[in-house]
């Protein structure tokens, strides 16, 4: 899949990630800048709200 972003966006492409939130704070407290959006094949540790776990299954879009 071949996706382009406008500027100032940056896309850094994960095949399998715990959380694209936690990847994005990791990647943010490196220097990462302003607009950086985390897209993985498949997310295995997602969070949703109050706690609840959130499903992302294989293929979907987790951003």
Known sequence: MSLRLPAPFVLEKRASVGSTN???SALAAKGAP???LVWA???TGGRGRRGR???SPPGNLHC
């Open 41 to 43: 094949q498949v997310q």
């Open 22 to 24: 936690d990847e994005a």
């Open 53 to 55: 776990a959130w499903i």
């Open 34 to 36: 302003e607009g950086t």
